[in-house]
């Protein structure tokens, strides 16, 4: 969720902005070989601005020559615009305080020189760097008198933008209706004076405010147009957020074959594409979708899909760090004099230089470490998951029933209060076998077990206990108590419908109620469920009986 919610903040800072295709960035060169004055800090900061997303240490690059030729001629909205976007290039490599830092510098100069719409772009950054450090209240307020001034000026863009901002910190939040407001009042605005991205980026969060509010159907909805222009705008990464969007959606509606479909999508468009963000989003939301369903095997596979993914990001900025370090050494190296006391002093400072190399390298290897933890953690809880619970149905096995019967008669020893037991045996469950095949016994059980899950309160505990048998373990409840419980049980198994060549079939169970006695013996109290549903079965089926 962490990366989803942070890839709504990329878009949300920079959807003004159309990132320059290679070409465009060409002609900026050219011009740049031409020009002079004030001329060429404005194309400096043009390249720089073309770098968003594409490189960091570029970004950087370009903006902090425009920011030296700015100052060299007393050209202060040039040298303002050159230091946001270093603090734009920083925000890229999540060196926030760093970030912060120069887009406040730029700030002061905006303030001191009057230029009240380089002061509203640069209070939209401030803001999303707070956003990013989760200072929600300081984020908020910097957008708002951002959209304050915006809306003195009339910078509609700005104010589309802002608009979106604020409903994204209400997210944050977790005020998912406030958000929905921003994001319904942003749209129209994007629509008339923002990009491609503008609108995809609104769709978004218009989708997710619902989903977060509970609206499925309305986030399914919103995420059909997103599928459709993300596949016009032939923009991958927004393409394949949309896919894992969706097939979340859909998993929270309960339509877990369709979910799967998606974010399999998802995860196909990530790999070609080597988008490794849309990869690791994709495999975590697979990994929760397999493990509601009770597939804690495919689950278990998603997360080790996930590890893996991570700890090749890890590597890759291994790799970068190091390249980095190297080149700035050899640079140095280069500019000293070759002489005695010039030798001694490139010593040291390759010796400085591989310090840092190692101390990046073990920092990168902590994390890549911490990561397999984690992920060797999340493996041994699936696994002991899986131990117990029956992987047809999801619910608790014999062994887990058991183990928390244990518990109870331990505290019922303590406190005197009874637990209740439900004995639940489908009716007829052969036939369906027979008549139907194995594969409609199987959704009989799958059927029965949603019915119990749905009807039992949330501190009972249900087992399916053996072939068609279930089982409820009820803590401090009386075999009277438990009678509503399992009435309740029966009505939602009443209501299943499973149809077979155009004919429903109906399914009833039968039921044994039975409470613990003074000794608290699980045998006794199964015994005493399994005699009474036995008389259930022989008085006719489809009955309740304590």
């Not at 887009?103 to 772009?121: E, F, K, N, P, V």
């Not at 994001?183 to 980026?201: C, M, N, Q, W, Y």
Request: charged share 25%; glycine share 6%.
């Amino acid at each position: 969720m962490r990366a989803i919610f942070r890839g709504m903040l990329f878009v949300c800072l920079f959807c003004a902005s159309i990132v320059l295709a290679d070409g465009a960035s060409d002609a900026l060169k050219a011009r740049l070989a031409r020009a002079t004055g004030r001329e060429r800090v404005d194309v400096l900061n043009e390249l720089s601005k073309a770098q968003w997303g594409v490189s960091s240490d570029e970004t950087i690059a370009w903006a902090s020559q425009a920011v030296t030729a700015a100052r060299s001629i007393d050209y202060p909205a040039g040298e303002a615009c050159g230091l946001r976007y270093e603090g734009v290039g920083y925000w890229y490599k999540d060196d926030y305080k760093k970030a912060l830092d120069f887009c406040l510098r730029a700030l002061a100069i905006y303030d001191r020189i009057g230029d009240r719409q380089g002061m509203t772009a640069c209070r939209s950054t401030i803001g999303t760097i707070y956003l990013n450090l989760d200072r929600f209240d300081e984020a908020l307020k910097t957008y708002q008198d951002a959209l304050a001034v915006a809306q003195q000026i009339g910078d509609q863009n700005r104010i589309g933008i802002l608009t979106m901002n604020i409903g994204t910190v209400y997210l944050g939040m977790k005020k998912p209706a406030d958000a929905l407001l921003e994001f319904e009042r942003a749209l129209p605005i994007v629509r008339k004076v923002g990009s491609k991205l503008d609108i995809l980026t609104c769709l978004g969060n218009i989708a997710g405010a619902h989903r977060r509010l509970g609206h499925l159907q309305e986030a399914l909805d919103i995420n059909k147009q997103i599928l459709d222009l993300a596949a016009k705008s032939d923009s991958k990464v927004r393409l394949a957020d949309a896919m894992t969007d969706t097939g979340q959606i859909l998993g929270e509606m309960g339509r877990p074959s369709e979910a799967v479909t998606w974010v399999q999508k998802a995860i196909d468009l990530a790999t070609k594409e080597d988008l490794k963000r849309n990869l690791t989003d994709a495999e975590q939301v697979m990994t929760a979708i397999q493990e509601k369903q009770g597939d804690y095997r495919s689950a278990l596979a998603h997360q080790k899909r996930y590890a893996e993914v991570r700890n090749a990001v890890v590597t890759d900025e291994n790799t970068r760090a190091m390249a980095e370090l190297q080149v700035k050494y050899e640079s140095e190296k280069k500019e000293r004099q070759i002489q005695t006391q010039t030798l001694q002093i490139q010593r040291q400072q390759a010796t400085r230089n591989l310090l840092i190399a190692l101390a990046a390298l073990a920092v990168v290897l902590l994390i890549a470490t911490y990561g397999l933890y984690h992920a060797k953690k999340r493996e041994n809880q699936l696994l002991e998951r899986l131990s117990r619970t029956d992987p047809l149905t999801g619910l608790a096995n014999r062994r887990a029933l058991l183990e928390a019967a244990a518990r109870e008669s331990q505290r019922m020893q303590r406190d005197g209060r009874p637990y209740a037991l439900i004995l639940a045996d489908v009716d007829h469950f052969k036939k369906f076998n027979d008549t139907h095949g194995h594969d409609t016994g199987d959704q009989v059980l799958i059927e029965v077990a949603r019915a119990f899950r749905a009807a039992v309160r949330e501190v009972d505990l249900v087992a399916r206990w053996g072939g068609e048998e279930f089982l409820a373990l009820l803590p401090a409840t009386t075999a009277a108590e438990a009678m509503p419980i399992a009435e309740r049980v029966q009505e939602r198994i009443r209501a299943v419908e499973i149809w077979r060549n155009g004919t429903p079939i109906r399914i009833t169970a039968t039921f044994g109620v039975s409470s613990t006695g003074a000794d608290a013996d699980i045998d006794e109290c199964l015994k005493r469920a399994d005699l009474a549903l036995y008389r259930g079965k022989e008085a006719g089926r489809d009955r309740i009986v304590a």
